[in-house]
């Protein structure tokens, strides 16, 4: 059985994974860097890098350990290539092409969003192509059609703002601090979603794509005003995201003739009561709904190893010079 080493190391993560091309999860370490950033409130990306350098060694050791192995017993290294922080993109990237060199194994440089859009395929091997992915991560939001490694069709993107900035943005505003996204849902579950009136920036509209600006602007206005409770902001808040991305994705699904099922990735896939209505929508159209664990989510390296396992298993390997790719659409 083929074994994949996965690295990820694009944003505030440092991740090691290791996966079988059956889809058995053997490894999987992660070391998060929230603590080193919370004092900026955001990513700092000379931080960041160096954090990865400090954690990452470490925890391929780690993960080779749990699962009982050595670097010998891998038949493929993965690694993030992008898109991302450069810095940090660099230190996974180089490290795998010294390993892959080391030991004589193929490199596969993996998108991190194609980690994120394969990730529901190694939480559910029953899922086939092609689906209809929502990508909701800090710095994606997009409809795609997977139809397989490699292979995607964009159907839309934002405007502007990804679902998660606004997300990480508004708690910001609210002083909930970072990272932003799960405590504006915990502050959101004591809150009235109707109380502050916000904008549903696009809804309606006949392309599929988002824009959370506005709608940003909107919740500062609401801070400033004085008027609301945290709890009602956060709350209306996240309403009205919901309400932008159920609009927009059911407007995808008219046009996703053919689509085995309706598949939520990427961070934000995280929030509960997003994943509860994308899960009713799903089941308005008869399509099974699909959403990792929520471990699975957020960014982490066993999605890296799997996308890697994917790509090897359809022939798509890269040279080791492959370049870090800093932005690199899907
Ligand atoms: O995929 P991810 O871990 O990193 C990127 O590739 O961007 O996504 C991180 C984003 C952050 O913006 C974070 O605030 C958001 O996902 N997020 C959430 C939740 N958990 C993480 N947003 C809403 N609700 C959550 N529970
Ligand atoms: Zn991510």
Known sequence: ???????????DETAAALV?????????RLATQEEAHRPYGGVVPEIAARAHVEALAPLIEAALADADMTLADVDVIAATAGPGLIGGVMVGLVTGKALAHA??????????LEGHALSPRLADQSLQFPYLLLLVSGGHCQLLHVKGPGDYARLATTIDDAAGEA????????GLGYPGGPRVEKAAASGNPKAVPLPRPLVGTAEPHFS???LKSAVMRAVQSGQYSTEDIAASFQQAVIDCLIDRTRKALERSEGVTALVVAGGVAANQPIRAALEKLAAAHDLPFVAPPLWLCT?????IAWAGAERYAAGLVDDLTFPARPRWPL
Request: hydrophobic letters at 50%.
């Open 212 to 214: 959370f600006a506005g």
């Open 299 to 303: 960014d982490n390296a066993a999605m």
């Open 20 to 28: 079988s091309a059956d889809g058995r999860i053997l490894a999987h």
């Open 167 to 174: 997300f990480d943005k508004t708690a910001k505003l609210l």
């Open 1 to 11: 059985m083929t074994i994949i080493l996965g690295l990820e190391s694009s944003c």
């Open 103 to 112: 030991a004589g194994k193929p490199l596969v440089a993996v998108n991190h």
